[in-house]
């Protein structure tokens, strides 16, 4: 699978659940960042979670 293919589905997966999300673009490389509010055990009682899609792999960050 191709960071094409991988980044398509799991928009489609975001999409389906009403997840909202970004999308940037930063030196050719793609990523997807979504904010969840209300998580009360977070600070600002925000989640931000990002994937990054490279060619042969993704990267996760969760903050």
Known sequence: MNK??????IVSYLKEY????EEHLQDGDVSIM???QKCDA????????SIFFFETCMKARVY
């Open 4 to 9: 094409t293919t991988a980044k398509a589905k």
């Open 18 to 21: 009403g997840i909202r999300y």
């Open 34 to 36: 979504m904010v969840f």
């Open 42 to 49: 977070c600070p600002d009682k925000a989640l931000e979670a």
